[in-house]
């Protein structure tokens, strides 16, 4: 090969060898560019999750330490004065409260009242037009086949149980009293299925004679107003009676039971829309908006029929409706 060919056969190599060169450079910082690129968006990435994480963290922290306001201690008088103070209150409220079961006498009161165990007093005002009219006396009642009584009653719930104390308690009536319902506390306790609770619905109610109803709404609402820190019926009995004139027990139990019923439920209460929130040391268990708190209202607050099929003119007058009766839509 001529000199001439060598040297232009390196040249060319060595061009070539340039080229390869710049073009590595040329290609490297692009390559590192991109690198830094992802590297940076990866950085940013976990830098915002980390400050969510932190606000997060920092929000609940937040609400774990708001301070909440604490109820003050306050004396036996102090007590009175609000407990009364929410009666009243209550008392604009509901001015036609009254008992919830529909009935035309004692009798039916009674057994009403016995029915409502552990079920709503809707349910039982749709099932007894049905008992009184095949059994309307102590006496028929307490005649009356077992089987073709539970059959009846048995949309109320634990109908044998029921039907049992119903037939017993009409034959204790026709017994010991005549076919009457006794007016005196310790002659209706002795009865078959009859509490102090249902002997004071009946005595309040029938009767006029004043009695505290302690149910469950009454249980729960006396316990979140502070009113008692008792848990057993009897002595919540004694230390709300304690703190009204006993005039008021009967009118104060359907306060109560119905503010229970309609606004301050057992699992979400409609604090928002509460008549007593500034008296209430539970106000804020429930939901506290008002336009929230307004979709929890039930029955005639909540634009909704009532749990009596035939209630007091009063009831009516003030906007209420009728129950439906069994096996029609309640819209409850």
Not at 141 to 153: D, G, Q, T
Not at 196 to 205: C, H, I, Q, S
Not at 257 to 271: D, E, S, T, V
């Amino acid at each position: 090969m001529s000199k001439k060919a060598v040297a232009k056969k390196t040249a060319v190599a060595k061009k070539t060898a340039v080229a390869k060169k710049a073009a590595a450079k040329k290609a490297a910082p692009v390559k590192t560019a991109a690198a830094q690129t992802g590297a940076q968006r990866s950085a940013s990435k976990a830098a915002a999750s980390k400050k969510a994480v932190s606000k997060k963290a920092a929000s609940k922290q937040a609400v774990a330490e708001k301070p909440q306001v604490a109820w003050k201690p306050e004396s036996h008088t102090a007590l009175v004065r609000r407990a009364r103070r929410i009666d009243r209150e209550l008392a604009e409220v509901y001015p036609y409260a009254h008992p919830e079961l529909d009935f035309e006498n004692p009798f039916q009161l009674l057994v009403a009242t016995v029915l409502s165990a552990q079920t709503t007093d809707l349910r039982v005002n749709q099932t007894t037009p049905t008992l009184f009219a095949k059994y309307p006396t102590p006496e028929e009642l307490a005649e009356a086949n077992p089987e073709e009584v539970e059959e009846i009653l048995r949309p109320c719930g634990f109908f044998r149980a029921k039907t049992k104390s119903v037939i017993g308690l009409s034959k204790g009536l026709v017994e010991s009293f005549g076919g009457e319902v006794p007016g005196r506390l310790e002659d209706l306790v002795k009865l078959p299925g009859v509490g102090r609770k249902t002997a004071f619905v009946v005595l309040g109610n029938a009767f006029g004679r004043p009695g505290i109803t302690v149910d469950t709404h009454f249980q729960r609402l006396v316990r979140r107003w502070r009113w008692t820190a008792e848990t057993d019926p009897d002595k919540i009995e004694a230390a709300v009676g304690a703190l009204f004139p006993k005039s008021e027990w009967t009118d104060l139990s359907h306060h109560v039971i119905w503010h229970g019923r309609r606004m301050c439920h057992a699992r979400k209460p409609a604090c928002g829309v509460c008549p007593i929130a500034p008296l209430c040391p539970a106000y804020g268990e429930g939901e506290t908006d008002p336009e929230k708190a307004k979709k929890l209202l039930k029955y005639e607050k909540g634009g909704f029929p009532g749990q009596r099929l035939k209630p007091p003119q009063a009831y009516l007058d003030a906007g209420g409706r009728p129950a439906p009766p069994l096996g029609a839509a309640s819209g409850t």
